[in-house]
């Protein structure tokens, strides 16, 4: 097997010790990773303005020659210019800092790429360009010829490494390499998906002979990131399907029946399809590991009340684990309602909760007699046990990270799991994310349920939005006013709802205004919320610790401060907490600093109610790293596919590596071997119960 992919960056020729030292600080070790180190653009004549095309005011990209490198003394400093032209007339750049080690970067005669805003001053000017070398042998590009541009950060571009530089390096590396390579996609599937091989694709990503040929290669890297991340579900899901469920639910009797009946409501018909859904789970001896998907007030919670009568009508525990104690309790209230009825007994664990009450907790979940228990974290810790735990239900389970979820799954005998989220997550990203599990989706709000009225406004609109407030409290209508609440700056956050709590205060002197923030010992926020609920409190100004568990009917108004500050969904989640009285009900979102991008953000929540338009929109916006933090799944790390816009590549990936695994669960087979060497490689951490390797 040819090993020239495993050599050191310093058999590269224009690769020393010091400069293998600044590419190693960015993961690339040998020439395999090099390889991967992709082009962030191309250009080519398409992509390139002539300096007889410039327009002040304009961002574009226009590729000159160097004609003359020289500094200017100003009151302000020395400045850097460089001119540069393309035959059709000259373009100078501008550097009012860091100027030495720029200025020894250029020479006369070389041709380079230069992006950003051009401004007219004795001239045609960019200040600060984004800036590549090209070389003296690309020239004016008016030969069609596709440049690759790469990421090169200041670390490298001070040690000399640039596009120009890269291209170098990457001549020599395909002077160098066989073509008999290992390929980590196996050959049928390679076949079957009409993809190129892998030094093929190498040489047309980095070296496109034409516009075809770059998306050949593309596709191919793709569909290859792709299937490693599918193989990585494949195997969890593999993995979950093989072991031997004890809870295994015979009937669904009495207890379901009576709780049907006791329901003030009917559901709708998307919770009895979903219920249907975990019933056929529960009756099997295959762990059930399933994500139930619903918008805010779908009724997810009387979905996993019902799961948890069958496994108690069937002598199993439940343990529902929430993010919050607010979420928590809220729960343990619902369930207590639903249960107590019956004789079920429901317990609540919390941190806050004092040794005295933990010590008369413990030992009934322990022995069995507690079969419904409802807490945060507190249940995975190690002296909570349990007697059959045969359900984990996990509430907002994105909160949690895969550890945790583990260790309350730990405590079962390989019991069924339902998670369960409020973010509708967009289908790319679901089976991305969670393609090891089954999802269900309650996609109908319940009967009577108006949308609700999203307006956003300028702070100059308030004292509208004031008299607005007291003509819904006149009508006894409840009002929250929530304020950001953002880690980096929990202080001055904290001091804005305080000093927003004194001023709303003195404007509504005649009403009731309470405050609620997360720093609040558990007495003072317990009390403040029941005051709310039973109506008397009229206002409550409050940080986002409401924004998931705080359920009341009689509230119609929300006013959400700074919104602009806020993601997409949470802003979502937040405007979910009222409306749930059958009332016509209005959010309010307060635009304090006006930006292009927030005012398109905010509109978008004033546009639609529908949560998985608002999470598609927020994760374009955002990424999917951020709507997911990559820490918590583990899984969003791709460096050439793009979740929103790849999905049909990715349907293509998931069926091929399904495949695969259902064919080769140990990955065993010779004609899978180079795909086990290079799915290990870059995968093995995030298999963290799989035994393959």
Not at 308 to 327: C, Y
Request: net charge positive; charged share 25%.
């Amino acid at each position: 097997m040819n090993n020239y992919l495993k050599n050191k960056l310093t058999t590269i020729q224009q690769i020393g010790e010091y400069r293998s030292d600044a590419l190693n600080q960015i993961g690339i070790k040998n020439v395999e990773d090099l390889l991967y180190y992709f082009p962030r653009r191309y250009l080519d004549r398409s992509t390139v303005k002539k300096t007889n095309q410039l327009i002040v005011g304009e961002e574009c990209t226009i590729v000159g020659q160097v004609q003359r490198i020289w500094t200017e003394k100003t009151r302000r400093g020395t400045i850097l210019k460089v001119s540069i032209s393309d035959d059709y007339g000259l373009l100078t750049l501008n550097w009012f800092g860091g100027i030495r080690w720029i200025k020894k970067m250029f020479i006369v005669g070389d041709w380079i790429s230069v992006s950003g805003k051009i401004n007219f001053f004795q001239g045609f000017n960019i200040n600060h360009p984004d800036f590549d070398f090209l070389g003296s042998d690309v020239g004016n590009l008016n030969t069609g010829f596709i440049v690759p541009i790469y990421s090169s950060t200041e670390n490298l571009k001070k040690k000399g490494i640039n596009s120009r530089l890269f291209r170098k390096i990457f001549k020599e590396i395909f002077r160098e390499m066989r073509k008999d390579v290992p390929d980590p996609i196996p050959l049928n599937i390679r076949n079957e998906n009409k993809l190129d091989g892998l030094v093929k694709s190498f040489n047309s990503i980095h070296f496109p002979k034409d516009e075809q040929s770059l998306q050949r290669a593309k596709y191919r890297f793709k569909f290859q990131e792709l299937l490693m991340l599918q193989s990585v579900l494949a195997i969890k899901r593999k993995i979950i399907r093989s072991e031997k469920c004890e809870a295994q639910c015979k009937k669904a009797g009495d207890l379901v029946t009576n709780l049907y009946k006791k329901l003030p409501f009917d559901l709708t018909d998307s919770q009895k399809k979903v219920t249907r859904e975990i019933y056929s789970d529960l009756k099997s001896d295959v762990p059930m590991n399933r994500l139930l998907q619903g918008d805010v007030g779908s009724g997810k919670t009387i979905v996993s009340a019902i799961a948890s009568a069958i496994m108690t009508e069937n002598n199993f525990q439940t343990a529902i684990m929430a993010p919050t104690e607010i979420l928590a309790e809220q729960h343990f209230q619902n369930f207590q309602k639903y249960f107590t009825p019956w004789g079920i007994d429901c317990e609540l664990l919390i941190g806050k909760q004092t040794k005295k009450q933990r010590e008369k907790i413990l030992p009934k979940i322990a022995s069995g007699e507690t079969q419904i228990v409802i807490g945060t974290h507190a249940l995975i810790q190690e002296q909570v046990k349990y007697s059959k735990l045969g359900l984990v239900i996990i509430d907002e389970q994105h909160r949690f990270g895969v550890d945790q979820r583990m260790s309350l799954i730990k405590k079962g005998l390989h019991p069924h799991v339902l998670s369960m989220t409020a973010t509708p997550i967009p289908r790319t990203l679901s089976i991305s994310i969670y393609g090891d599990m089954d999802t269900s989706i309650i996609d109908e709000m319940p009967k009577g349920r108006k949308p609700i009225v999203t307006r956003v406004v300028n702070e100059d609109k308030l004292p509208k939005v004031y008299d607005f407030i007291k003509s819904q409290v006149s009508l006894k209508q409840q009002v929250f006013v929530v304020y950001p609440l953002i880690s980096e700056s929990e202080k001055m956050d904290l001091q804005a709802a305080e000093i927003g709590f004194k001023k709303l205060s003195h404007i509504f002197s005649n009403y009731k205004v309470g405050l609620l923030h997360g720093k609040m010992k558990k007495v003072e926020k317990d009390l403040v919320i029941e005051k709310y609920k039973s109506g008397k409190m009229d206002i409550l100004v409050s940080t986002t610790v409401v924004e998931v568990g705080v359920d009341i009917p009689n509230a119609t108004v929300m006013i959400i401060e700074n919104a602009e500050r806020f993601g997409l969904s949470q802003l979502h989640q937040l405007r979910g907490r009222i409306g749930r009285g059958g009332k016509k009900s209005y959010c309010i979102l307060v635009n304090r600093k006006y930006t292009e991008q927030g005012s398109k953000r905010l509109r978008i929540l004033q546009e639609t109610n529908d949560g998985f338009k608002i999470s598609e929109a927020d994760m374009k916006l955002r990424g999917p790293g951020e709507f997911f933090s990559a820490k918590q799944s583990g899984l969003v790390d791709l460096k050439i596919a793009n979740l929103l816009e790849d999905g049909d590549i990715l349907k293509k990936a998931r069926i091929s590596a399904f495949s695969i695994i259902k064919d080769d669960p140990k990955l065993e087979n010779e004609n899978n071997s180079d795909f086990k060497e290079f799915f290990l490689k870059n995968n093995k951490d995030k298999l963290n119960y799989a035994s393959i390797g």
